[in-house]
């Protein structure tokens, strides 16, 4: 079945320091994958796209992800957290069928 | 300003009655969806639809119906079939332009209370 899975509920940092949120999908072609970020009470903003080509990609607000076939997997990265980042995170491909799925989502929280 | 317009923001409904949650696009998407969000479960697809006058439906579309009159407005009417309707409500747009050539755009969401 298709699916798209992040591992990790929730996630807590400090402010200036990485952050590397999972994602891994199981999908049988090439995936058209997405990261989305939802501040609470809001909808979802996109913060980058993988279609094809280049895998490592950039996004908004200093986001980046690299797609990785031999691992099945999008993980998407911040060299240095801010304050403001802290929101919920949502792997999501989207299918043959013009379908878009969303993984369960991971909180981030953010400590000074 | 080119967007996606969810009503009301927050809805409150007493059992046993139907509710419409309104989305209304004007970017000239094609494609609309419903998803419904609940705390550790993501989005669930409760309808989609690609066409004027048609849909489909999603994961969880029991007690849920939609309609697809115009291009802009996919209207989504929660029934008293649905059992347990609490939840924030999201919709959704994007072209349709060949598989996966862009990506969704969404509404600000309604929070539907049922009291």
């Known amino acids: 079945a298709q699916s798209v899975t992040q591992p990790d509920i929730h996630i807590t940092v400090s402010e200036g320091a990485s952050l590397e949120l999972r994602c891994n999908y199981s999908?049988?072609?090439?995936?058209?994958l997405f990261w989305y970020v939802q501040s609470p009470g809001q909808g979802l903003q996109l913060l980058l796209k993988y279609f094809s080509g280049d895998t490592l990609v950039q996004g908004i607000k200093g986001f980046e992800a690299e797609f990785k076939r031999s691992q099945s997997s999008f993980n998407l990265r911040k060299p240095s957290v801010h304050w403001s980042d802290a929101a919920e995170y949502f792997c999501a491909y989207f299918n043959t069928g013009n379908q878009f799925y969303f993984g369960t989502g991971t909180s981030l929280t953010v400590i000074p | 300003d080119g967007g996606i317009t969810q009503s009301p923001k927050y809805l409150f409904r007493k059992e046993g009655q139907n509710v419409t949650l309104s989305c209304e696009q004007n970017l000239n998407h094609d494609a609309m969806y419903w998803y419904r969000q609940d705390p550790g479960q993501g989005l669930r697809l409760i309808y989609y639809?690609?066409?004027?006058?048609?849909?489909q439906k999603g994961d969880i579309a029991e007690g849920y119906s939609v309609s697809r009159e115009k291009k802009e407005s996919f209207p989504l009417t929660v029934t008293s079939a649905q059992k347990n309707p609490t939840a924030f409500y999201l919709c959704?747009?994007?072209?349709?332009?060949?598989?996966?050539?862009?990506?969704?755009?969404f509404g600000q969401g309604t929070r539907l209370t049922v009291v």
């Open positions: 959704a747009s994007r072209f349709v332009q060949g598989i996966g050539s862009t990506e969704a755009f």
């Open positions: 999908y049988g072609a090439t995936p058209y």
């Open positions: 639809s690609h066409i004027v006058n048609d849909f």
